[in-house]
């Protein structure tokens, strides 16, 4: 035995004289041994606890082994049993250890089998505590995983509100803007803030459609934007988008990166409302296409184009916003010089580029 502990075998034996020489051969070894003589004291006893391994006789007066060894193995967390008999019948060795013995020894009177005993309880020993360990060890892992789901369906959870309250906060400062927009006088602050609210609307519905969507790492860039095309029907300039269209493919896109671009589609979309039409309303479309990962997103109108004048009132703010977010998004933004309106073409990744580490210089 490896282990400093006395270990106690359980005898269950009827042979008085056989368990005496059982009881010294095992205690030469380290071991403290216990008799009963029959199942039922043997089974009393188990209950009790404090056994870590049971040699069982196969003939005993009333219970006879195997009907012993099945009520252990019903008991919670039973000792191993190693089954002992004086038969050389192969079949009740099968039998038992079909039944959850652990191993099967063949006894003589003499006591010759004792050393044999010895090394099938050490084994059985270690056996029970190995499954003892991996046991502990899998509970260990099902809790600790329970654990992480746990705190993970929390973490979604929380998540979820963040972005739900951030999304109505957002949505209440559009809708401010609006009503201001909705009673300026002047129309240069009417655009001013027009303007604004759109930029505000391009972020509050990505907030809105993580609340609402199942996955909080990305959104599907297509329903995204004809949520925001809705919201800029809605808006003050509603009037002149009736015929704003949009053809996209579905694409999942990370939540940063979805704000990048909705706030570039909403910049030109305003500046083809503004400026495309001068005599009222007219088409616009946007179309959002690729293959994979790279995408291309185009904003058309058939407006009066690279004729129109510009205007001394444009601060020019709005082609910076559309250059900042394409530099964010790492895109490519031109204009399609065949068209006879306006055609904004914006190339991109569906994905962000990993940011390459800064090279060390390891000579001093």
Not at 5 to 20: C, E, F, K, N, Q
């Given at each position: 035995?490896?282990?400093?502990?006395?270990?106690t075998?359980?005898?269950?034996?009827?042979?008085v004289?056989l368990?005496?020489?059982?009881?010294?051969?095992?205690?030469?070894?380290g071991?403290?041994?216990?008799?009963c003589?029959?199942?039922e004291?043997g089974i009393?006893?188990?209950?009790?606890?404090?056994?870590?391994?049971?040699?069982?006789?196969q003939y005993?007066?009333?219970?006879?082994g195997l009907?012993v060894?099945?009520l252990?193995q019903?008991?919670?967390?039973?000792?191993?049993?190693v089954?002992v008999?004086?038969?050389?019948d192969?079949?009740?060795?099968?039998?038992a250890?079909?039944?959850?013995?652990?191993d099967?020894?063949?006894?003589?009177?003499?006591?010759?089998?004792i050393?044999?005993?010895?090394?099938?309880c050490?084994t059985a020993?270690?056996?029970a505590?190995?499954?003892?360990?991996?046991?502990e060890?899998?509970?260990?892992?099902?809790?600790?995983?329970?654990r992480?789901a746990?705190?993970?369906?929390?973490r979604?959870?929380?998540?979820?509100?963040?972005?739900?309250?951030?999304g109505?906060?957002?949505?209440i400062i559009?809708?401010?803007?609006?009503?201001?927009a909705?009673?300026?006088r002047?129309n240069?602050v009417?655009?001013?803030?027009?303007?604004a609210?759109?930029?505000?609307?391009?972020?509050?519905?990505?907030?809105?459609?993580?609340?609402?969507?199942?996955?909080?790492?990305s959104?599907?860039l297509?329903?995204?934007?004809?949520?925001?095309?809705e919201?800029?029907?809605?808006?003050?300039?509603?009037n002149?988008?009736?015929r704003?269209t949009?053809?996209?493919?579905?694409?999942e896109?990370d939540?940063?990166?979805a704000?990048?671009?909705?706030?570039?589609?909403?910049e030109?979309?305003?500046n083809?409302?503004?400026?495309?039409y001068?005599d009222?309303?007219?088409?616009i479309?946007?179309?959002?296409?690729?293959h994979?990962?790279d995408l291309e997103?185009?904003?058309t109108?058939?407006?009066?184009?690279?004729n129109?004048?510009a205007?001394?009132?444009?601060?020019g703010?709005?082609q910076?916003?559309v250059?900042a977010?394409?530099?964010?998004?790492?895109?490519?933004v031109?204009?399609?010089?065949t068209?006879?309106?306006?055609?904004?073409?914006?190339?991109f990744?569906?994905v962000?580029?990993?940011?390459?580490?800064?090279?060390?210089?390891?000579a001093?």
């Amino acid at each position: 035995m490896t282990s400093t502990a006395s270990p106690t075998l359980l005898y269950i034996d009827d042979d008085v004289g056989l368990a005496r020489l059982v009881e010294r051969g095992l205690k030469r070894q380290g071991y403290l041994v216990e008799h009963c003589g029959n199942g039922e004291a043997g089974i009393a006893r188990i209950e009790r606890g404090g056994i870590d391994v049971i040699a069982l006789d196969q003939y005993m007066p009333g219970m006879d082994g195997l009907e012993v060894l099945k009520l252990i193995q019903k008991l919670p967390a039973p000792p191993p049993v190693v089954f002992v008999t004086a038969s050389q019948d192969s079949k009740i060795a099968v039998t038992a250890l079909k039944a959850g013995a652990v191993d099967y020894l063949v006894k003589d009177t003499q006591g010759d089998f004792i050393p044999l005993l010895t090394v099938a309880c050490d084994t059985a020993i270690r056996q029970a505590a190995i499954m003892r360990a991996r046991d502990e060890a899998e509970a260990e892992v099902h809790a600790a995983r329970d654990r992480y789901a746990a705190l993970a369906a929390e973490r979604e959870m929380l998540l979820r509100e963040v972005n739900h309250r951030v999304g109505n906060s957002l949505q209440i400062i559009a809708s401010l803007l609006h009503l201001q927009a909705s009673s300026a006088r002047e129309n240069d602050v009417k655009v001013a803030l027009t303007n604004a609210m759109g930029r505000v609307a391009a972020v509050a519905q990505v907030h809105r459609r993580l609340y609402t969507s199942h996955d909080l790492k990305s959104v599907l860039l297509n329903q995204y934007l004809e949520a925001l095309l809705e919201d800029l029907r809605r808006s003050a300039e509603g009037n002149r988008m009736s015929r704003l269209t949009l053809k996209a493919k579905t694409v999942e896109i990370d939540p940063d990166r979805a704000v990048a671009i909705g706030i570039i589609v909403n910049e030109l979309v305003m500046n083809a409302v503004k400026y495309a039409y001068p005599d009222g309303a007219g088409p616009i479309h946007i179309e959002l296409d690729g293959h994979g990962d790279d995408l291309e997103l185009s904003i058309t109108d058939d407006g009066v184009g690279l004729n129109v004048k510009a205007d001394p009132r444009s601060t020019g703010m709005g082609q910076r916003i559309v250059s900042a977010m394409a530099n964010k998004l790492d895109a490519t933004v031109e204009r399609d010089p065949t068209h006879t309106g306006t055609r904004v073409i914006l190339r991109f990744s569906a994905v962000a580029k990993p940011v390459a580490k800064p090279q060390v210089n390891a000579a001093k």
